[in-house]
């Protein structure tokens, strides 16, 4: 079955700890995305990647960095720069229709939910 | 930044009636797309609709738009205890940029 695949479900950190969240997909989209969902709120977008080897800073980028290495991957480190990291991690993928990441439905993995003490 | 708003914030429902719940923008947009997301999982597409589209059904699902109120709403029929989840609208302003959400609808259908 093709999928996301975010591990793992649930990360525990002490503060001042860099951590690195995988995701991986097997769809063969071209774009990946990571949000934040933090209680009763709505996604907020920290980075994307439209292509392989390039990625675009969202509204939310600040203590985070991203790779994309590989069509397939796009892991997200949250530093210790991050000030408040405790949250849930969603991230998602689409293809780009019409060369753009807009046009598409985008499709999520379950998430990791990260807490830093 | 939040580009769309549901409302309600919540909604509490009896099984079998239907669920109406609203998203409302504040720019032009090429598209708008209504997501599920169950307790503690990831979100689920719905359905997507264009900007030159008013109308969209899948299912029991029926998607309405309104560009020049800069408004959507997304109606469930015939609800069901599994229709409980929480319910998001997302917008691109352009083909080329990333999803917008909003804060959600929290839909409870009471058995």
């Known amino acids: 079955d093709g999928g996301i695949t975010q591990s793992p479900k649930y990360l525990f950190r002490k503060e001042g700890q860099n951590v690195t969240l995988s995701c991986e997909q097997n769809?063969?989209?071209?774009?990946m995305y990571w949000y934040r969902q933090d209680p009763g709120q709505g996604l907020r977008l920290i980075y994307y990647?439209?292509?392989?080897?390039?990625?675009q800073k969202g509204d939310i980028a600040e203590g985070y960095s991203v790779s994309r290495e590989k069509k397939e991957s796009f892991p997200l480190t949250v530093t210790s720069a991050q000030k408040n990291p405790t949250a849930f991690y969603l991230c998602a993928s689409s293809i780009r229709s019409q060369g753009a990441v807009g046009n598409s439905p985008l499709h999520f993995g379950n998430g990791t939910r990260l807490t830093v003490t | 930044s939040q580009q769309g708003e549901e409302d309600p914030q919540a909604l509490s429902i009896q099984e079998g009636e239907n669920a109406t719940m609203n998203c409302s923008y504040k720019?032009?947009?090429?598209?708008l797309q209504w997501y599920r997301q169950n307790s503690g999982r990831g979100l689920v597409h719905l359905i997507l609709i264009r900007s030159n589209e008013r109308e969209k059904h899948s299912g029991r699902l029926r998607v309405t738009l309104d560009t020049s109120k800069k408004s959507s709403s997304l109606l469930i029929t015939a609800s069901r205890a599994a229709d409980t989840a929480s319910y998001f609208c997302a917008t691109a302003i352009s083909g080329n940029t990333p999803l917008v959400f909003g804060k959600g609808t929290r839909l409870s259908v009471i058995a």
């Open positions: 769809l063969n989209h071209d774009a």
């Open positions: 990647s439209q292509i392989v080897n390039d990625f």
């Open positions: 720019t032009s947009i090429n598209n």
